[in-house]
């Protein structure tokens, strides 16, 4: 059996930290394969960033068994490398690892590929990444440990809130779930920094996978509730990852039809081709499409047009501003209009006050969501009675 496993944030590592801390972190990752590989195997550096595994046929007993296991084993070593950082002196540093595996002649798949951008070429890029992957190597492992609510004091952890989008009638489409990072003194901090700091170093689909894993973990555990999870145009082409969760999907297609995937925008589609056909596939198992925030980052109308979402949320800067005058009011109102001319069930977000909840109403969007309706919290709303049919025309509360 040959197995080569590559460092693919190595070149990053390189830039950020210097090629010294670089090899200690292929060094380390030496350490963990020798230690869990059976005796007999061997493990030599075939390039800078690649290690290069053989066993001997009797060592690993290759056969059917072997063959079908070894991608998966690959993949969960290499996804909790992920999460388990490498210390150096320059800090802990996550190594994004993808393995090539052959069994006898066969050339297999890319297993656990990287997704994610190059460091950039700015002067300042070294530093960011640096302060990104201090942010990272403190958050990642805590998605080892699913938490139901903020760790005691002393320790970071990842928190689940939940906001509901209600009818202006009454009624919910669905219940959102939003990741909030608590700091070690307990308070919930905005999750923007890590978001937009995993997206940078190409981490973003580990978070976006296990919020999904956790939102059909609580779409299983209650039936007739309609679920989101927020998912990074990123993790789109990420494909690899989220083969689990499909084929958990494929099994429940009732759980599959109350789940609904907000595609939001910070980062640009790195393989549009690629996120077209996972939109495609997940929509195909049943699930609702949202794109989230339409009208700033990067979703553009021909988003719009290629994704053809089930529902498209606007961005809250639009009804910020459509209190301010009637240009800015009509300004929101078009894009209302726009965003049912495809056929989409609208939302608008941020409603904060009476006055914002009117102008929606008016422009015709049928679905609000801000702190006037629900403040996001803890609380799982739906247990409390406040729940959609699956069917979101038919939605009551
Ligand atoms: O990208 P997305 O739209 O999913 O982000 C939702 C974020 O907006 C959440 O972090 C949530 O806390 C926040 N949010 C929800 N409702 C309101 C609101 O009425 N006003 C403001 N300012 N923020 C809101
Ligand atoms: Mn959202």
Redesign the pocket.
Known sequence: MRLSLSICNYAHIGRAYGSVVADMVVEEIRGRLVDVLPTGGLVRAAGPETLFVTMSDEGCGVGGVVAEFLPRWVASFCSATLVRPVSTEAGALCVWLSGEGALGSDEGERIFPFCGPPIGSEPDAAALYRADMALAAEVLPLLLAPQAGPAPKGDRSLVL?W?PVVGAQGGVLYH?A?SRPCGPDGAVQ??EPLLLALERLGFACLLDRHVVSAVIDELEAAPGVVLAA?VSAQSLSCTYMWSEVLERLERRPDVARRLVW?I?ETALVADMNRAVAFVARVRALGCRIAV??FGVGFTSIRQLIIFSPDII?ID?LFLDRAVLGPRDAAIFRQLVELARSFGAEVVA????TRAQAEIVEAAGAVWQ????HAM?SLTRLWRQGWTALSDAAGAVR
């Open positions: 809130y906001q959102e939003l905005s999750p927020n907000e939001t989230d925030d949320k809250r977000e941020g409603i904060e969501q801000g702190y006037l996001p």
